[in-house]
């Protein structure tokens, strides 16, 4: 299973926003591409994707932005790249009746671990991890 740069890209940009979301403040496109590395135009229609999902809203004006549309304890992984491929896993051989039944059980098997993880991964448990790691020293 391959992922897109798109998916890791608009995962990017929910965790930069996930980052600012306690102040409340918008993040202006170019801040947040400059911020997660991604390239502000691709940002701008990640974003675009993400708004129509209610992950992310816009802010219209001179101090406007995105931000993310609820806390990012109600985000999952799931829920973004459900957002840009429709799936979180997918197969031909789900809906392909040639399919041998046991072949496709376990096509079935997987898609349902698949999802299930990325539906148990949130936002805030990837903001958590980051500041326990952050609060760590080293001797």
Known sequence: MKLSAKSDYAARAV??????????ESLRVEDLAAEQGIPPNYLVQILIELKSQQIVKSVRGKEGGYLLARPPAEITMADVLRCVHGQVFDSPALSDP???????AAWEKLQKAVDETASGITFQKLLDQSADKEKMYYI
């Open 15 to 24: 965790v930069g926003l996930a980052r600012h979301y306690q102040s409340g």
């Open 98 to 104: 040639l399919c041998p039944p046991e072949l496709r």
